[in-house]
């Protein structure tokens, strides 16, 4: 498990996804909605507002609990090891997406006839692919916010039970 964690990789790999994913959607060439009406492209987007704040305050949970577990001599160890600033910076990574998500989500369902029923059709295509790699990249960011608290946890009662 090298590979995952390498400091390259974990700092990419959520855009790299992302930008896989809406090159992906935009070769297929596809410009319609999926075959969705307005109003299920409506409950999509409302549907991805909720997840993206969900997610947002998933993180902000997590924040909290390393916060709450700052004077434990394990969380100071990572601390002094410049892994707390690594987790930090993926929270804030991880909030940032999610919050971008919540906006690109709310745009499309405020004016749902810029998404849907675009011109030239290809706009929808370009739109629609931006918003699947912005949603793949904040599950990618919180994925690496939940790996690395797994860590930090499992190390701090590694400690607990020695």
Do not use: C
């Not at 577990?69 to 990572?78: E, M, P, Q, T, V």
């Not at 295509?125 to 790996?147: E, K, N, P, Y």
């Amino acid at each position: 498990m090298l590979f995952l964690e390498n400091r390259l990789f974990q700092n990419s790999y959520p855009l790299v996804l992302g930008g896989v994913v809406g090159i992906l959607f935009l070769f297929s060439g596809y410009s319609g909605t999926f075959g969705l009406g307005k109003a299920e492209v409506s409950t999509l987007f409302a549907a991805a507002i909720g997840a993206g704040g969900t997610m947002a305050g998933f993180v902000l949970t997590a924040k909290a609990i390393i916060i709450g577990l700052g004077d434990n001599s394990y969380i100071k160890a990572y601390r002094d090891s410049g892994g707390l600033d690594g987790l930090l910076q993926y929270m804030f990574s991880a909030i940032i997406s999610s919050l971008t998500l919540v906006v690109l989500s709310l745009a499309f369902l405020i004016f749902p006839s810029a998404v849907a029923h675009s011109t030239p059709p290809s706009t929808n295509l370009w739109l629609f692919a931006l918003w699947a790699g912005s949603f793949v990249v904040v599950v990618a960011h919180v994925f690496r916010v939940a790996s690395t608290m797994k860590t930090v946890i499992l190390s701090v009662n590694a400690g607990k039970s020695r």
